[in-house]
Nanobody, 128 residues
Framework: QVQLVESGGGLVQAGGSLRLSCAASGRTLSTYPMGWFRQPPGKDREFVAAISWTGSSTYYADSVKGRFTISRDNAKNTVYLQMNSLKREDTAVYYC?????????????????????WGQGTQVTVSS
């Protein structure tokens, strides 16, 4: 059984920064692509970023490109999302997810249905 636990969310002023972490347990996910999604209030879950199993390839939604950085530490079985220059529209519950169906894959999924494991989410609120 895989468990993903996000942390690092909170309340921040517009223009500020936060760093989210996603720790995996129960199974090593170091050989699988990982992703971050978010769900703003009253909206559907949307893709934020994905990272290959090596960490050498990344993919971002246009709305966060240049402001957010996804990274991973496979030795710690942890994925991170560094969020800079935060805007009010970044307010959402942020989820990490693991693409667990194919090891060593270079594919970077961007659809929620492509991911197999999900964390419980962490709230990020950006105030003006």
């Amino acid at each position: 059984q895989v468990q993903l636990v996000e942390s690092g969310g909170g309340l921040v002023q517009a223009g500020g920064s936060l760093r989210l972490s996603c720790a995996a347990s129960g199974r090593t996910l170091s050989t699988y692509p990982m992703g971050w999604f978010r769900q703003p209030p009253g909206k559907d879950r949307e893709f934020v970023a994905a990272i290959s199993w090596t960490g050498s390839s990344t993919y971002y939604a246009d709305s966060v490109k240049g402001r957010f950085t996804i990274s991973r530490d496979n030795a710690k079985n942890t994925v991170y999302l560094q969020m800079n220059s935060l805007k009010r529209e970044d307010t959402a519950v942020y989820y990490c997810a693991a693409y667990g169906r194919l090891r060593y894959s270079a594919y970077l999924p961007s659809l929620p249905d492509e991911y197999d494991y999900w964390g419980q989410g962490t709230q990020v609120t950006v105030s003006s």
